[in-house]
């Protein structure tokens, strides 16, 4: 077969083969296999040097003819093979804008936590600073500066976790009442968050649980401003309509003594499981601090005066949401806990932006 015979024979299999290429692989893969380097083409070509010098030209005019059209092919062809695959790749990819959005995971404050910094910002807001202690006490600072000797009943009432050494896991945190008043001279206004632990479970007792201790130390401090600043707290937390009752009672670091009661937050006050059908439910503990405190720390207790109170933060979180079991709280169940994100923002601000003190009484203690 002549030359060009055969260049006309590999146009006419490009043309039907580029014709009928579905993709533009397909069509690269073609290209190369005619126009390549190493194509059909350059094969033919190869055959020219066998020819008179004087035919040459000729088979080299159709040569480039036959190129030149496979290649304008080729082009046509890519063009149209690119728009249909872009096309597709559209379609496939199209946005549905009436499918519901992903919805982001914001993690939330623990209930215990938002409750914390709930109780902290009203007593901030009051000029109380925040103080903490450690978990492990001496059992002086836990029992005995407290007024709590050995042997003494009260201790009963503490089911302790005791160490090998004889230390404890604080019981309360009233120890760091002590450990401040031996640091700080008068006045003295703080609360104390932190855990407390005590051998002691059912679903409204845990044995790792947390309080924040009160603590108020001045000349004249008054039992009035005790009832006072204890009733505005519970106002704020629960609300300006609960009702409040102060109960005479006993602590030992305390004289005279009283629990705290709030009106029932489920029967308001008629009486339902919840409170037992009093329509009270008991929320913290509280007194004037006792002189035997005073005398343990190396205060004179005929000049400073105080009140000192402290209360459960899951006492109190379980009041405000209804919340019937304890432990629900450190199950980590994330559907139970993510009912509590509402109230993060306004308390997120409370964390980052300090509140600045307003004590509610001047003090009249002068410092030497
Ligand atoms: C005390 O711990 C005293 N230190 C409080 C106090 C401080 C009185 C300063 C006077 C002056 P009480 O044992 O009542 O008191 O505990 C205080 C609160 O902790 C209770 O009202 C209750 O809300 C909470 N609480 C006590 N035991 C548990 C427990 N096992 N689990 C969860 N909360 C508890």
Redesign the pocket.
């Known amino acids: 077969m002549s030359l060009v015979d055969q260049l006309q024979t590999l146009k006419t299999a490009a043309f039907g083969d580029i014709q009928t290429a579905s993709s533009t692989q397909a069509l690269d893969e073609l290209r190369v296999k005619f126009l390549g380097k190493k194509g059909l083409l350059t094969d033919i070509l190869k055959g020219v040097s066998s020819l008179e010098v004087s035919e040459r030209p000729k088979i080299g005019q159709v040569a480039n003819d036959v190129k030149t059209e496979i290649q304008a092919l080729y082009q046509e062809k890519l063009g149209l093979l690119q728009t249909q695959e872009r096309d597709a790749k559209l379609k496939e990819e199209a946005v549905d804008v009436s499918m519901p959005g992903y919805v982001k995971w914001t993690g939330l404050r623990h209930p215990l936590n938002q409750v914390l910094l709930e109780v902290q910002e009203i007593f901030q807001k009051l000029g109380f600073s925040v103080k903490e202690g450690p978990d492990v006490e001496s059992d002086y600072y836990n029992f005995e500066a407290l007024n709590i000797p050995k042997d003494h009943p009260a201790r009963d009432?503490?089911d302790t976790f005791y160490l090998k050494n004889g230390d404890v896991l604080r019981?309360?945190?009233?120890p760091v009442?002590i450990r401040t008043m031996k640091a700080q001279t008068p006045p003295i206004r703080i609360i104390v968050p932190g855990k407390?632990y005590?051998c002691?479970?059912d679903v409204?007792?845990?044995?790792m649980?947390h309080?924040v201790?009160?603590l108020y130390v001045d000349t004249d401090v008054t039992f009035a401003q005790l009832k006072g600043t204890l009733s505005h707290f519970l106002k704020e937390f629960f609300g300006q309509d609960k009702k409040v009752r102060f109960r005479p009672s006993y602590?030992p670091?305390?004289e005279p003594?009283t629990?705290v009661d709030v009106q029932c937050v489920k029967c308001e006050g008629h009486g339902c499981n919840i409170c037992k059908r009093t329509g009270w439910l008991?929320?913290?503990?509280?007194?004037m601090v006792n002189r035997k405190v005073f005398e343990s720390v190396g205060y004179d207790p005929d000049v400073v005066t105080g009140f000192?109170?402290?209360?459960?933060i899951?006492?109190l979180a379980m009041l405000k949401y209804g919340i019937p079991d304890?432990r629900l709280f450190y199950e980590n169940d994330k559907r139970f806990l993510s009912q509590f994100g509402l109230s993060q923002s306004p308390l997120v601000a409370a964390m980052t932006a300090p509140t600045p003190a307003m004590p509610l009484y001047p003090s009249k203690v002068q410092v030497k």
Do not use: K, N, Y
């Open positions: 009432m503490h019981t309360h945190t009233s009442q407390v005590r002691d479970t409204t007792h845990s044995p649980f309080q201790e009160g602590f670091f305390t003594s629990e008991e929320i913290l503990g509280a007194g000192a109170f402290g209360l459960g899951e006492r304890i």
